[in-house]
């Protein structure tokens, strides 16, 4: 049966004339979703290639991959956009809902949702430059934390001890800065840090620098800055991790970012704005000149009415010394003053003679102390008990040698009357069967008995066979 859809719709009269006369229709291209998403995406991509679209921005959201997905939309249409990390992190701003941007990319295709979409690589605010955008967002942030507020300012020292200077060692700032600190207060010590005030890494430096010189004991005041420049120029100072820098530092500390002109977000949370380096030096050392200024005020002033009272009491002294009643006083000033004098000698004579009774009886009294010092008291008590220790020693030596000696003639004594000995010179001792009684007479053995004979070495157990005695 022939397909329905290999001729065109006609009557069927004018079908058969027709297909005499007609050529044959063309074959049928049949492509699969895929290689149409491919074709879409060729052309789409090889066709416009990179552009710039104007819009404003949608459902933005950050993911936790760093990736920005958003919307890009004017009055009648939209289109998805992406932004990858690695073009987020050099945005100057921060992009909201609500917010006309221009930004650049390349249209591509989604292939498994069959959308097509704009990788965006840069943006940058409609009518508004990137950098004063980021600069008035961070501006609101941080004032609505009371970062800016009055409030938490804290007022310069009088008289600085150590001031802290973070900045570069090769700009100009750096010798303003000293110039007029060596002119204007030259016994101050200067606590340098150098730190790049310029590029990427300008602002982790600059933060360092303030960490190092906030944990210097003694440090009074830090300055931080630099000189003029462009906005790219002064921009790691309108960083937000160097706002918070400057305001978790522990000491005041004095924003001097380029001319008068120049305003960074570092001059609203500092303690005090200096327009310039130089002017901020001058501030430091303000104080110190406004104080030393009102010392020598005060110093006139003390001296003026030290002045004046002196002059009041010399003319009130010429006035009591014109009247009668005072004639001759000096006469009897005098004569006053020398019987102060003559009082004043026997005084001081009487004075030197009770203290040297006192030190008589001072050196008597140290001298009887010293006599019954414990010390010299237990010297004397040790050497007699040493010398006591002695005699007892040789006592003890001649009497123990005395009973040694008489221990030795008694234990000759009793050598000599021990049965022992006697035994050693050929006598023996007999004893009965039981060894109950010494046989002494021979009466006593019964012939047949056992008589037991001890020597000096042993003993013999002999049996009587008779005996004899004597009377």
Known sequence: MPDLFDEPFEEPSARGSARDVRPPAPQRRIVSVSQLTSMIRSLLEDQLGELWVEGE????????????????????SQIKAVMFRTAVRYLRFKP?????????????????????????????????????????????????EGLFEAARKRPLPALPRKIGIVTSLDGAALRDIVKVLARRHPNAHLVI??????????????????????????????????????????????????????????????SAVGHETDVTIADFVADLRAPTPSAAAEMVVAAKDEFCSRIDRLHQRLHAVARSGVQRRRNALHGLTARRGFAGWQARVAMHGRRAAELAHHLRRAALARLSKREREYRALRDRLESHDLRRRMAAIRGRLQIADGRLLSVAVRSRDRADARFRILAG?????????????????????????????????????VVHVTLQKGEIACQAVKSKWTP
């Open 96 to 144: 909201e809902d609500g917010l006309h941007v221009i930004a650049r990319g390349r249209l591509n295709v989604y292939a498994p949702k069959g959308e097509y979409q704009i990788t965006c690589e840069h943006m940058e605010p409609h009518g508004l430059g990137a950098l004063q955008l980021a600069f008035e967002q961070l501006k609101k942030k941080l004032q609505a």
């Open 413 to 449: 004594r009793l050598e000599n009357l021990s049965p022992l000995a006697v035994l050693a010179r050929g006598y023996a001792v007999c004893w009965n069967d039981d060894h109950s009684m010494v046989i002494r007479d021979a009466s006593r053995v019964e012939p047949g008995s």
């Open 193 to 254: 840090r150098p730190a790049r005030v310029q590029g990427d890494d300008a602002a982790p430096e600059i933060i360092q620098g303030l960490r190092a010189i906030a944990r210097v004991p003694g440090v009074d005041v830090i300055i931080v800055g630099r000189g003029g420049g462009s906005v790219e120029d002064l921009w790691a100072f309108n960083e937000e991790r160097v706002a918070r820098a400057i305001a978790a530092c522990p000491v005041p500390v004095i």
């Open 57 to 76: 921005i949608s459902n933005c959201r950050v993911w936790n991959t760093g990736h920005m997905y958003f919307t890009l939309r004017d009055g009648d």
